[in-house]
């Protein structure tokens, strides 16, 4: 038989296997994640967050659901201890929707941050702190839509094992995860709005910034709660020592933990001032409020 094979069918046989390889290239380039080189010179971003299409940007990590959810005013409800003695609960549970982050608990802090969680955003390193507490933050309203955010590597191998698991018990969890090519798209969109490259800065963004993409991605208006505005922390005299998180007294000083993030290179660190410049440059374009502090 091998003798007999035309030259005709060989160069078939090539041909198709060509053909394969170009589809298979495709279908990865729609969904994997690329090496930042590749694309370093032409970010390919909407000219506005509210054109990134949030169904496929998030995946439902169990069940058959996808992120409609959409809101006309959000309130971000940030974690910083800003918010304590400030009873702003009432006013912050009256906003259609509200966003929080990590594991800010409302138990306890209620009068101060509110009770009502209509989206919290977590980071991979605090996803076991957050499933750890399901009473506080899985099942505690049933509206909560939980959306996780993380390296697309460590989130496809162990982390989404972990929330799949977990929402066995809660069968009401309403759990998304950003996709690797949506991660792709934060980091473009860091690297567009600050011409730096977050991989090469060795920086990670903080769940602020995500929180912040995905309040104007889901809200038409925002209003953000406990954020201090990026030159805050420089001032001189320079601002009471605050503890970063509300729920930590103990936790370190909020404008320390910012000036050290912002200014060291070694290891991966979150450039927090950095981000809030860019906040405030969308402040007008995208309607978010910013107070306690208010930002001029
Ligand atoms: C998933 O949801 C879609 C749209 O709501 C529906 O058409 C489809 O049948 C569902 N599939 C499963 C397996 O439940
Ligand atoms: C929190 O929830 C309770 C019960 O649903 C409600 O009565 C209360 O007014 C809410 N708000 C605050 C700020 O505690
Ligand atoms: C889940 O949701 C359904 C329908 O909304 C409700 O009837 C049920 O009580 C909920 N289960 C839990 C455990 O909250
Ligand atoms: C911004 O949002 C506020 C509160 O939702 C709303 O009253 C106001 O009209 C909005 N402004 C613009 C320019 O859309």
């Not at 296997?17 to 290239?25: K, R, T």
């Not at 601002?239 to 070694?266: G, L, Q, W």
């Not at 290891?267 to 910013?290: C, D, M, P, Q």
Request: glycine share 4%; hydrophobic share 35%; net charge positive.
């Amino acid at each position: 038989m091998k003798n007999h094979k035309s030259p005709h069918a060989v160069v078939l046989v090539v041909l198709f296997g060509l053909v394969m390889l170009l589809i298979i290239y495709n279908s990865n380039n729609r969904n994997e994640v690329f090496h930042y080189n590749t694309l370093r010179a032409k970010p390919s971003l909407p000219s506005s967050l509210k054109k990134w299409g949030v169904k496929n940007g998030y995946l439902p990590v169990s069940g058959n659901k996808t992120l409609d959810r959409h809101c006309h005013h959000c309130a971000i409800v940030t974690s910083s201890s800003h918010l304590l003695g400030s009873k702003l609960g009432a006013t912050i549970d009256r906003s259609e929707c509200t966003i929080r982050m990590n594991d800010a608990p409302t138990t306890g802090y209620a009068a101060d941050v509110g009770n009502k969680t209509t989206f919290r955003v977590v980071a991979h390193s605090s996803i076991f702190r957050v499933l750890k507490r399901p009473q506080e933050f899985v099942n505690k309203t049933p509206e909560t839509v939980l959306i996780f955010w993380g390296p697309p590597v460590r989130m496809q191998k162990v982390l989404i094992k972990v929330i799949q698991r977990v929402s066995v018990s809660f069968p009401n969890m309403s759990a998304f995860v950003a996709s690797p090519s949506r991660m792709k798209q934060f980091d473009d969109l860091f690297r567009m709005e600050t011409g730096k490259d977050r991989v090469s800065s060795r920086s990670w963004l903080s769940t602020g910034w995500f929180t912040m993409v995905i309040a104007v991605e889901l809200c038409d208006s925002v209003h953000v709660y406990g954020m201090v505005p990026p030159n805050y922390c420089t001032q001189k005299p320079q601002p009471h020592k605050m503890p970063y998180h509300y729920y930590e007294p103990k936790s370190p000083d909020e404008c320390a933990t910012y000036i050290h993030n912002e200014r060291s290179h070694k290891g991966n660190h979150h450039r927090f001032i950095t981000e809030k410049r860019v906040f405030g440059k969308w402040a007008s374009l995208y309607n978010i409020t910013f107070s306690h502090p208010d930002w001029d």
